[in-house]
Each structure stands twice: as structure tokens, then as C-alpha cells.
């Protein structure tokens, strides 16, 4: 038996501004989108990396206020490339915690995404 990593489903509610934050802000690439007819609501894939998620309009796909934990190497990277697109509503900071480094990020609908980088002594292969 194989397990795949999961795809989360985050809960959006404007196209416009998870276009923003998402692919401007965080530089994910859309993969597909999906409607069922031309008026409805959004189902599409990001992705970044190896980072892939689900962004849904869809009432009852997800509950907004949600976290995702993604591990990341090259925390202070990650941190420069944001702070360079100066992205108007957040400003991330890196924290030192004791399981590592975390840059917390709030989407425009309330879902959190911290990134996290292990300290290097507990870095282990996949």
C-alpha cells in the first residue's frame, strides 16, 4: 500500500483575490480550473514546488480559518522573496520556535499557511 501526500482544500471566496495572494504573493502556478457551467463557482490546483493545493468557492468544501503546516528549506529565502513583492494586507516575519523557524501567512479568507524549517540537526531525507 502507498499513501500520496494530501492536497488540502482551502476555502475561498473572491477569484480575484486568491489570485492575488496566491499566484502574485506566493508565486504558485495554476495547474487546472474548473466550473461546472460559466456562472458558478471556482475549483482550481496550485502549485508550487512540491506544494500542491485545492482552491475552492464550493459552500461546505472547506472551513474557512484553516491551517496548513508545510515544511520548507530556505526559510530566510522564502521570507526575502516576500517582503520584495511588498504585498499590501501582510507583512511575514520569521519566528524562532523550538521545532525550528515559522513565517505564518494569512490568505485573504482567514486560512493560515506556516511555513516551517526544521533546525538542521533534525533535517531528515524523505
Not at 32 to 53: C, G, K, M, T
Not at 105 to 110: C, K, R
Request: aromatic share 12%; with cysteine; hydrophobic share 35%.
Amino acid at each position: 500500500m502507498h499513501l500520496s501526500p494530501a492536497i488540502p482544500i482551502i476555502r475561498i471566496f473572491s477569484e480575484e483575490k486568491a489570485r492575488e495572494f496566491y499566484v502574485d504573493f506566493l508565486g504558485f502556478t495554476i495547474d487546472w480550473e474548473h466550473r461546472f457551467e460559466a456562472n458558478f463557482p471556482l475549483y482550481a490546483q496550485v502549485r508550487r514546488s512540491d506544494l500542491i493545493l485545492h482552491l475552492s468557492e464550493h459552500h461546505g468544501d472547506a472551513t474557512p480559518g484553516s491551517t496548513i503546516f508545510v515544511r520548507v528549506q530556505d526559510i530566510d529565502a522564502l521570507h526575502a522573496e516576500l517582503q520584495c513583492k511588498d504585498y499590501k494586507y501582510g507583512k511575514p516575519g520569521i519566528q524562532e520556535v523550538p521545532w525550528g523557524k515559522e513565517l505564518e501567512t494569512i490568505d485573504p479568507f482567514g486560512n493560515r499557511i506556516r511555513f516551517s524549517e526544521a533546525p538542521e540537526e533534525d533535517v531528515r531525507e524523505a
